[in-house]
């Protein structure tokens, strides 16, 4: 199972960002996993028009604990960093980590 998540940053400033989860999920694939990460990209403007989709994440659930592996760790940083993907959504999905 996977669960979705969006990184999104106010256009102009790349200092303010937020991280959206998804609701809907978890999901069976990871391909249904970031088809749901381009629809939360695609709703965007209407709930939030001042922010811009850069990234998306889907990263798997331990399903016995009900709980999301994030890699935290020592490289905390480098850990979650890797799970970030570009993507190609309208104007393309930035390779920045903010």
Same mark, same amino acid.
């Given at each position: 199972?996977? *669960? %979705?998540?969006? !990184? ?13 989860? +998804? ?11 970031? $088809?749901?990460?381009?629809?939360? %990209? $695609? +709703? ?8 811009? %989709?850069?990234?998306?994440?889907? !990263? *798997? ?15 905390? *940083? ?17 390779? $920045?980590?903010?």
């Amino acid at each position: 199972m996977f *669960e %979705a998540y969006v !990184l999104i940053c106010l256009m102009g400033n790349s200092e303010i960002c937020h991280t959206l989860k +998804d609701l809907e999920g978890p999901y069976e694939t990871k391909q249904e996993c970031i $088809a749901r990460t381009y629809e939360m %990209a $695609a +709703d965007l403007p209407l709930y939030m028009p001042q922010f811009q %989709a850069l990234k998306y994440k889907c !990263l *798997e659930t331990d399903d016995s604990e009900g709980k999301v592996r994030t890699g935290y760790g020592r490289n905390k *940083e480098k850990e979650t960093q890797k799970h970030w993907h570009e993507g190609s959504y309208h104007q393309g999905w930035s390779q $920045a980590t903010h």
